[in-house]
């Protein structure tokens, strides 16, 4: 079964080992990935000019497939500058600032509304409802920007996305391909998740807490330049609007946005969806609470507002753009950046390596939930932890074909491992939203995931060989 790996898919391999070793080492990993890229693509093409331009064809793609994320981010950030100008974003906060009166409580309390509106909405417009207003008050109780970040991570894209048992575009998408009812694979997906999401959120939070007490995690650790919280401070005592004003905004901006969620939910809006409708809102706040507070100069400090987010956005992404465009040829990106190179039956490069892995592993329980992780884990590389459940949801069939046993299980398994790497845990560009909220590096972001998720999938998959 599967397709053969050629020389394409080891030097992808190579290249992915590359690149963790310098994450690792703290190093840039954007020279390595354009290595990588025209490497792969004068081995597919044989072709010097070919290649050249699939370096730069790449970074189209790459823009292409996140300027969604980089566009929304950038306005968000837009309309918190606002909000801090004015002072609003001080009259919002007051209230949850007499519940989180402690890091401890701001992680947990974060965490878990991040959480419950995730499982509703998936986590992209979740983290930027819940950054611009919550932020801040983790912040004064002492919970650094990082800490934040892993908070809504971990809980978001981790817990409430790996089991999605609301939407259920996840459990669908295995179920379908091991040919199983999707209420199987999410009772049997339940047990995992909550091992996998308490495991990995507690072991965080103990070595938040244990970095903060040694103090190797402050306020300032992994802050990117220029952050929007910097700039907190510099005008938001011109008094722009009255505190009157001032309560009616802080009240009409999470209306706003309880509308959208009520939108979202009557008109089953999701993904990008969901995400066009809250950056759509954040940019008529931005238009009123400007017009309402510069007057005569609303139209000018509109863009000037505008401007300031798109830089962010972009000072934010342009790292990314590189080891994106890289781990996208693993998939869709490979045809659209260097053409039709691939083996005749490949699967794309990620998925044929995960077939290739299960194809020469002995077949036992044990053997199963072991090779379901690391299919997942593989496939999950690309960074939308979608693409490659499917073929998670097809091996474990296999696996369970051959050991008469545990397919729905083995199916879930595949599913949570594919989802916490790739759908936003582990790879950087995939955590962007978090990071970018957060005003924090997404590579550092990913560095202080890795343990927590690395020890949560190791006991997640012991587990799941008592279950299987």
Not at 266 to 272: E, F, I, M, P, S
Not at 369 to 391: E, H, M, N, Q, Y
Request: aromatic share 8%; net charge neutral; with cysteine.
């Amino acid at each position: 079964m599967g397709v053969e790996l050629t020389a394409i898919h080891w030097i992808y391999i190579l290249f992915i080992l590359f690149i963790i070793g310098f994450m690792v080492m703290r190093r840039d990993t954007t020279l390595v990935c354009i290595a990588g890229i025209f490497l792969i693509a004068i081995t597919a093409t044989g072709s010097l000019s070919s290649s050249v331009s699939s370096i730069f064809t790449s970074f189209i793609f790459a823009i292409t497939e996140l300027l969604s994320t980089i566009l929304v981010i950038s306005i968000i950030v837009a309309m918190s500058r606002t909000l801090t100008t004015t002072g609003i974003n001080d009259v919002m906060i007051s209230p949850f600032a007499r519940f989180i009166r402690t890091p401890s409580l701001a992680y947990w309390t974060i965490g878990i509304l991040m959480m419950v509106i995730s499982w509703f909405f998936w986590p992209s417009p979740a983290v930027a409802l819940m950054g611009a207003v919550l932020l801040p008050v983790a912040i004064r109780v002492g919970l650094p920007a990082l800490g934040v970040a892993m908070a809504m991570n971990l809980f978001g894209h981790g817990i409430a996305l790996s089991g999605d048992f609301i939407i259920q575009a996840a459990p669908k998408l295995t179920a379908d391909a091991a040919g199983l009812p999707v209420g199987d694979v999410i009772s049997a997906s339940i047990p995992l998740v909550i091992v996998m999401g308490a495991v990995t959120t507690i072991t965080a939070f103990y070595l938040i807490k244990r970095d903060m007490k040694n103090g190797k995690l402050t306020a300032a650790t992994g802050l990117t330049k220029d952050s929007p919280s910097e700039l907190r401070t510099d005008v938001s005592q011109e008094q722009l609007l009255s505190l009157i004003q001032k309560r009616i905004f802080a009240i009409l901006i999470p209306i706003l946005f309880a509308a959208d969620v009520a939108a979202m939910f009557v008109l089953d809006l999701q993904g990008g969806d969901a995400t066009a409708l809250i950056g759509g809102t954040s940019i008529f706040i931005l238009l009123i609470i400007t017009l309402a507070a510069h007057r005569n100069k609303g139209l000018e400090k509109t863009t000037s507002y505008l401007i300031e987010g798109f830089q962010f956005g972009f000072r934010v992404f342009g790292p990314v753009i590189p080891i994106a465009a890289f781990f996208y040829l693993g998939d869709s990106g490979f045809t659209q950046m260097i053409g039709d190179h691939l083996p005749k039956d490949s699967l794309g490069i990620v998925n044929d390596l995960g077939v290739g892995l299960a194809s020469v592993v002995p077949l036992s329980k044990e053997v199963g939930a072991i090779t379901l992780t690391a299919v997942g884990a593989i496939t999950g590389l690309d960074g939308s932890g979608f693409s490659g459940i499917s073929l998670a949801g097809s091996i474990a069939n296999l696996f369970a074909t051959a050991i008469g046993t545990g397919a729905a299980t083995l199916t879930a398994l595949g599913q949570v491992a594919a989802i916490w790497v790739g759908g936003g845990t582990l790879v950087p560009w995939a955590l962007i939203p978090a990071a970018a909220i957060c005003n924090v590096d997404a590579f550092e972001l990913a560095r202080r995931n890795l343990l927590p998720v690395t020890i949560g999938l190791v006991v997640t998959t012991i587990v799941a060989m008592f279950l299987i």
